[in-house]
């Protein structure tokens, strides 16, 4: 079978890609090998997919080059994606942060990306694996272009396709197919074979936007505060600059995670602290002082169960410090709950891996690809999108956004 353009990969950047060349009177076919298409997109925000950011800026992502992302972002904008939201009338709201959510289900968006794919008249294969990927050498192009005397038969036919649904040919090749995050998902390696075996550099990957695990002393002591949450300050060193995001945490049976954790994540590099400050809007010496002039007896514990969880202070608290009337508080017991509560610092022992993380940094060099069309420089007619580059957005739609964004500007290219 034979198409103008063939994208690898139903999730969000593929079905905007195969949408958006569809419906420019491209012939296209979108391929993927799981049963279904999307599945993502379905279990994202908790099954309400956080579509996009209202407050979306290029410094909201990791790419080891900074620029690459401009030109797409702002070419098709959070407020374009909005927009094609409203024309389904699905009704959304912001959570916190600018974070857009569908009201209803994650399905509502995926149903809207089928929908512009019909528009385009996509043709979307399932269950279909791809054995082999091969593009007519020069040698090959060069026979046929002498014996066709308008020379279109060469590009029409650059790329051939060996599949478990069959054999599929085409002159604009778009791989989509993700990174490697969440393989119980269908997530796979495919797209960086792909930049291999077409000579594209490739920059280290791994598990991002995850929860970290902790181990020994301080497992133990922090497994009876799983499923509590608190909002916190947490900060990391990344490149000589300290990178923090106030949001909330949570403490779970194997180490940490929430928003605030998933984001440090993509800073984090394994054997290195984070500081974790638990009263960011508040001084816990001012407190103190301010309790104290207020002539109040009662125990610091009970005093602090006014600002945070209960079972997070009773486990937080030495049991020397817990019992204490806030008005025999030393001066070396204020110094070590300054310590302990805006400045506790922890090593993590690692990451839950790819197993639970939103994402894969790292990826394919941005300096293998056109930042305004997203085709390979060496390779004519070889298009990547999606998480498959080394572009990694932080938690809050900001993924999706990117997906949107490449997957239309190469759309417009292919």
Request: proline content about 3%; charged content about 20%.
């Amino acid at each position: 079978m034979h198409f103008d353009v063939i994208v690898i990969g139903g999730g969000a950047a593929g079905l905007m890609c195969a949408a958006t060349a569809g419906q420019q009177g491209k012939r296209v076919a979108l391929l993927d090998h799981a049963n279904k298409m999307g599945k993502k997109i379905l279990m994202s925000g908790g099954g309400r997919c956080n579509f996009t950011n209202m407050y979306l800026e290029p410094s909201n992502y990791l790419c080891s080059n900074p620029h690459f992302c401009k030109s797409a972002l702002s070419r098709y904008t959070e407020w374009d994606f909005i927009e094609l939201v409203n024309r389904y009338q699905i009704n959304y709201h912001e959570k916190t942060l600018g974070q857009l959510f569908c009201d209803n289900k994650a399905n509502d968006i995926l149903q809207m990306l089928f929908a512009e794919c019909d528009k385009g008249k996509v043709k979307r294969i399932t269950d279909c694996t791809i054995s082999s990927v091969a593009r007519r050498d020069e040698s090959d192009r060069n026979q046929v272009d002498a014996g066709n005397k308008n020379g279109t038969d060469a590009d029409e036919n650059r790329f051939n396709l060996e599949t478990s649904c069959g054999k599929f040919s085409c002159a604009s090749l778009v791989i989509a197919s993700g990174g490697l995050s969440i393989p119980t998902m269908g997530a796979s390696g495919f797209g960086y074979q792909i930049a291999e075996q077409f000579g594209l550099k490739l920059l280290p990957r791994r598990a991002s936007l995850v929860p970290f695990t902790l181990s020994g002393k301080w497992l133990e002591k922090l497994q009876p505060l799983a499923g509590v949450a608190i909002d916190c300050t947490l900060s990391c060193d990344s490149a000589g600059r300290k990178i923090a995001f106030n949001e909330a945490m949570l403490f779970t049976h194997r180490g940490l995670s929430g928003p605030a954790v998933l984001q440090i994540s993509n800073y984090w590099q394994l054997g290195q602290p984070v500081e974790f400050d638990f009263l960011p809007s508040d001084n816990i010496t001012a407190l103190i002082n301010e309790w104290r002039e207020q002539g109040n007896k009662q125990e610091l514990k009970n005093l602090l169960a006014q600002k945070l969880p209960k079972r997070f202070v009773s486990i937080w608290l030495s049991e020397e410090i817990m019992t204490k009337p806030v008005q025999q508080l030393s001066v070396a017991d204020i110094t070590k709950l300054e310590q302990d509560f805006h400045h506790w610092k922890i090593i993590p022992s690692g990451t839950e891996g790819y197993r639970t993380a939103e994402v894969t940094l790292g990826g394919i060099h941005t300096d293998e690809v056109s930042s305004k069309t997203f085709e390979a420089k060496k390779v004519p007619g070889l298009y990547f999108v999606g998480e498959v580059l080394d572009v990694t957005g932080w938690l809050g739609g900001f993924n999706f956004q990117w997906a949107w964004a490449s997957g239309y500007c190469a759309g417009l290219s292919v």
